[in-house]
């Protein structure tokens, strides 16, 4: 595990059968990312595609929430450092092809709530396992920002693009079990029931013909690799929108628990 050493906010463990359980780890913050949480679930996946012993990829979130998302903190200095917005772009696109390019299957346990770069993880992973009661939510515009990472790029091919436009533009979550309806994840169980569901799965593909599943995923990724356009426009929308006066009065709602007056 010694090329794992140094993360700090995800919690790496290895299986006999193959499978390294991913573990978004911010105890006291609902797992949120931070710049360093952003930083490692971007370099996760090249680390892992280099490491011969892993042959799928398990992630979750610690306790009972997958992830609430960017750090409030760190959203606020991309929205005041032009800097920080800058690279926050380049990690933000990172994060998304690297998911698309990993060959190994992913499969993702979604349990409570999981927003931003968390809901990108969960639903871009290969196989979404999430609970009934989960929460998902995409809450860009809420926050004064246009709807840009994976959202244009993979929610109109997973639930169509009606849902896609109601959702992205309204904020509304979803549960679990309506995403399941809507085809937006792969299955929708009972909450005690998501991490051995999930890890059912990871690990029968990890004993699943390698080249076959990789072949297969390559394939079928495809679609969103023929998309990259439509992602890359909405991220530069989306990173746009931090330069703007919205987001400032988006953060201020959030942190004071209010509506926002836009």
């Given at each position: 595990?010694?090329?794992?050493?140094?993360?700090?906010?995800?919690?790496?463990?290895?299986?006999?059968?193959?499978?390294?359980?991913?573990?978004?780890?911010?105890?006291?913050?609902?797992?949120?990312?931070?710049?360093?949480?952003?930083?490692?679930?971007?370099?996760?996946?090249?680390?892992?595609?280099?490491?011969?012993?892993?042959?799928?990829?398990?992630?979750?979130?610690?306790?009972?929430?997958?992830?609430?998302?960017?750090?409030?903190?760190?959203?606020?200095?991309?929205?005041?450092?032009?800097?920080?917005?800058?690279?926050?772009?380049?990690?933000?696109r990172e994060l998304v092809?690297?998911?698309?390019?990993?060959?190994?299957?992913?499969?993702?346990?979604?349990?409570?709530?999981?927003?931003?770069?968390?809901?990108?993880?969960?639903?871009?992973?290969?196989?979404?396992?999430v609970a009934n009661n989960?929460?998902?939510?995409?809450?860009?515009?809420?926050?004064?920002?246009?709807?840009?990472?994976?959202?244009?790029?993979?929610?109109?091919?997973?639930?169509?693009?009606?849902?896609?436009?109601?959702?992205?533009?309204?904020?509304?979550?979803?549960?679990?079990?309506?995403?399941?309806?809507?085809?937006?994840?792969?299955?929708?169980?009972?909450?005690?029931?998501?991490?051995?569901?999930?890890?059912?799965?990871?690990?029968?593909?990890?004993?699943?013909?390698?080249?076959?599943l990789r072949w297969t995923?390559?394939?079928?990724?495809?679609?969103?690799?023929?998309?990259?356009?439509?992602?890359?426009?909405?991220?530069?929308?989306?990173?746009?929108?931090?330069?703007?006066?919205?987001?400032?009065?988006?953060?201020?709602?959030?942190?004071?628990?209010?509506?926002?007056?836009?």
């Amino acid at each position: 595990m010694d090329r794992y050493a140094g993360y700090q906010r995800l919690r790496l463990s290895r299986t006999a059968d193959g499978v390294l359980q991913v573990t978004i780890h911010n105890p006291g913050r609902a797992n949120a990312l931070d710049a360093a949480g952003h930083a490692e679930i971007t370099r996760i996946w090249r680390d892992a595609e280099t490491d011969d012993r892993v042959r799928a990829v398990l992630v979750t979130g610690a306790g009972s929430t997958f992830s609430a998302g960017g750090d409030l903190d760190w959203v606020q200095s991309l929205a005041d450092d032009p800097q920080a917005r800058i690279a926050g772009l380049r990690e933000a696109r990172e994060l998304v092809t690297n998911l698309i390019e990993f060959t190994k299957p992913v499969v993702s346990a979604v349990r409570g709530a999981a927003v931003g770069a968390g809901l990108v993880v969960a639903l871009l992973a290969d196989v979404s396992v999430v609970a009934n009661n989960a929460r998902l939510i995409d809450g860009h515009t809420k926050l004064g920002v246009a709807a840009g990472d994976h959202a244009p790029l993979v929610w109109p091919l997973l639930c169509g693009l009606a849902k896609a436009k109601y959702h992205l533009l309204t904020c509304d979550p979803l549960d679990g079990a309506e995403a399941e309806r809507i085809g937006l994840v792969s299955l929708a169980v009972d909450e005690d029931d998501v991490l051995d569901r999930a890890g059912e799965i990871a690990a029968r593909l990890a004993s699943g013909a390698p080249d076959a599943l990789r072949w297969t995923k390559q394939a079928l990724n495809s679609w969103l690799r023929a998309a990259m356009p439509h992602f890359d426009a909405a991220l530069a929308l989306e990173f746009l929108g931090f330069a703007g006066q919205e987001v400032q009065e988006g953060l201020a709602a959030l942190k004071e628990k209010r509506p926002p007056a836009f």
